[in-house]
């Protein structure tokens, strides 16, 4: 009868280490597959890896591909609204962490989203017969498998795997991840980096990163930066059974290139939000030292963000604040206000190329007449920009 105590005895740390390898395969089968090949073909992935990944998928989560992809896609075309899936900033923060797998599977009845977001999902055979078909079955087997291997403790490992990805995906990244951490980027939403080191969730932790390059396949930008997702998707690449599509552009400069020329105007409009964080970066020192001499250092860190972002993005509860402080600084208006002049050039879609060219160079003629020698150098640096 020993057969009813599993296949496989272990210490309880092997039972530990067991639970922790098996969800992390899941994690990195929905992050390389799932998020980074399928929602956002980021990557192309090879028969093999890719149908090993959806058949893990059906085992220890029971989630179709094309709903996922499809509810995802939508949440980032309409993030931060009322139609986002899963926006702390619209229901809430409780709502979205403690029942983030119910909004999901709300999401997923939407057939009018699957038709508008789906596109380009698998559809053979074993999709629409067996994962589709049967998708709760995957995981009454993995718990069969579980516990022919481990016995009534494998109970337990079934069910931390089950509340795996409804925690991590659905509760930390969805919820925590457009709520609390830091922002690399002021793009659009109000997305956030959890924590540099994308480990525990699959690098899916760098989710500004990710909202401000939504098709690369890479989540970390910053060098102390880590994306373990990123590692195992280079690993695969070697092994020749996957190819990187695109990743986040670099910003890169040519010493031999004096002015910016239109060859180069894609390199200031794809690295617009990373522009914006340099912009507020290099003027540092001149805004800090002008806010210092008004008494109110304590609007640094505010201005930093201001700095960052678009003035319609700047909540309306500090905008009377920021007013304020630009009426008592002609400096601070001066760079606020070339900030904002950045923005809404490269926003301007009806610009023709050599239109847009044009009022750039006269942007960086005005910055470099200002007599504020950051923003000199600034509008210096950015003629000479391109894509690494």
Known sequence: MEWINGLIDLPWWGYVAVALVLTHITIASVTIFLHRHQAHRALDLHPVPSHFFRFWLWLTTGMVTKEWASVHRKHHARCETA????????????????????????????????????????DDWLERNVYTRHSAKGIILMMAIDLVLFGPIGLT??????????????????????????????????????????????????????????????LSYKWYEFDIGWMYIRILEMLGLAKVRKVAPRLAEDPSRPHLDVEHLQAVVANRYALAARYARELKGVYRSEIEKLGQGNLAGKMKTWLKQEAKDTPEEERKQLAELLEKSHVLQTIYSMRQELSRLWERSSLTREQLLKELQEWCARAEASGIEALKTYAQRLRRVSIA
């Open 83 to 122: 139609e986002d899936p899963h926006s702390p900033q619209v229901l809430g923060i409780k709502k979205v962490f403690f029942e983030g797998a119910e909004l999901y599977r709300v999401a997923c009845k939407d057939r009018s989203t699957m038709e508008k977001f789906g596109h380009g999902t698998p």
């Open 157 to 218: 490992i079934w069910a931390v795997q089950m509340i795996w990805i409804p925690l991590t995906a659905a509760g930390i990244i969805n919820g925590i991840g457009h709520y609390w951490g830091y922002r690399n980027f002021e793009n659009e939403d109000a997305s956030t980096n959890i924590l540099p080191w994308g480990i525990l969730i699959g690098g899916e932790e760098l989710h500004n990163n990710h909202h401000t390059f939504g098709t690369s396949a890479k």
